[in-house]
Every structure is written in C-alpha cells, then in structure tokens.
C-alpha cells in the first residue's frame, strides 16, 4: 500500500531564505508526482508535475526533484517571501489517475 | 483561470439533512472525476472515482449509501451527503481529468453540520 510521508510537518522562515521541503513514497511504482499549494479553508493550486521519467522540473522559484528508485522528490522553494506561505503537499500517482497525498508541509515564511 | 467549478464553497445545514456539492469542469469534458474529503490538518483522502454514465468506484471505508454520487454528464459530477451527521463536516474537494494534462481541482465546499 503506498504511502506519502512529508517532512517537515510545519517549518517558520524569515523571509529571503532557500528552503527545502521533503516528501517520501514507499511504493516507487508511480506514474507520476506533483507539487500542490493550498492556502487556508481554499482549493488546490498545482505548482510542478513531474512525470516518473523526469528527474527535476522548474517554474520561477519553484524547483522540483524526483528519486523515484530511492522514493523521494523534493520542493526548493528560492529566495522566499511571505506570499509563499501555505501549506504545500505532495502527491503520487499510482494508477488509473488515482492521487495519494503526503501529509502536508505548513510553510510560513516571516516578512 | 478556473478549470474546475466547484458549488457551494461553503454550507452549513443542521443534522439530518443532505447537501448535495457540485463539480463542474469548464471548458473541457471529464469523464472521470474524483472526490476528495479533508480533516482539519490533515491530508486529502480519495473517497471515490466518479465515472461518466456509471456506477462511481468507492475507496474502502467510504460508504456509498451515505455519500451518493452522479456523474450524469461529462461536465458534471455531484456528491451527496445523506442525513448529515456533525461528523461529516468536513473539507470536501473535487478533481477532474483532462487528457494530456494534470489533474485540475475545484476550490473545494467546507461543509459544518450542526
């Protein structure tokens, strides 16, 4: 059974700091792995899709890596800023466009 | 902007009633879309796959007599909580496929029940 462990659970930065947000999968049988943001009591917002082929993708700041023979990926967020905090959460696709979501990484990041 | 219309975004009824929350895609058909449930801090739970012009696919430990869903178009799926309990308040969040692209969710409904 797949599961999606994120660590850290909460992490508090002042502003302008490089950060690293960690997600781990036991299963490494996946399609796929993305990168989403949620702000308080509001939807998803996809950031990076990285297909199981793929090692690493970038949007702007955003830089997304994939291990999927070790089970990891993880989210280097640069330069950050208090627009940045949200909680960030990772996802695998195991099948059949079936989503398995890691814990959450409650990111706040200090002006 | 939005792909994925999600209605109400939030509703508050008393015990015993049943809400029905609406997923919509926009500008694309979706035969299958997804529903999701959120506790407080925690993660998303898939509760089941709904499938266009058929029965939805239910994840274990979701009862489907308590939550009804209907996909009866390509850009429509529904997700009925009957006879809601305060436990059911919830986070509830769709998703729905568009080919050659990922997942796009709705803003998810926060349902309290009291």
């Known amino acids: 059974k797949q599961e999606v462990t994120q660590i850290p659970a909460a992490l508090s930065v002042p502003e302008g700091e490089n950060l690293v947000l960690n997600c781990s999968f036991t299963?490494?049988?996946?399609?796929?792995l993305q990168w989403f943001r949620q702000d308080p009591g509001k939807g998803l917002t996809s950031l990076l899709l990285?297909?199981?082929?793929?090692r690493e993708q970038t949007s702007g700041r955003l830089n997304a890596s994939l291990d999927k023979s070790s089970g990891r990926s993880t989210l280097y967020i640069a330069a950050s800023q208090p627009g940045d905090s949200a909680t960030y959460l990772c996802a695998v696709r195991v099948r059949t466009y079936k989503y398995i979501f890691g814990t959450g990484t409650r990111l706040k990041v200090l002006a | 902007g939005a792909v994925v219309s999600q209605h109400p975004s939030r509703v508050i009824c008393k015990s015993g009633t049943s809400v029905k929350i609406e997923c919509r895609s926009l500008?694309?058909?979706?035969?299958?879309m997804f529903w999701y449930r959120q506790f407080p801090k925690k993660s998303l739970m898939l509760m089941a796959t709904?499938?266009?012009?058929?029965?939805?696919?239910?994840e274990q430990g979701v009862e489907k007599d308590k939550f009804l869903i209907n996909h009866a178009s390509l850009t429509l799926s529904t997700l009925t909580v009957t006879s809601a309990h305060p436990e059911d308040s919830s986070f509830y969040i769709c998703s729905a496929r568009r080919i050659d692209s990922p997942l796009h969710f709705g803003n998810g409904t926060r349902l309290t029940v009291t």
């Open positions: 709904s499938n266009e012009g058929s029965k939805a696919t239910y």
């Open positions: 990285i297909q199981s082929s793929q």
């Open positions: 500008d694309f058909q979706a035969t299958t």
């Open positions: 299963d490494s049988a996946i399609y796929n």
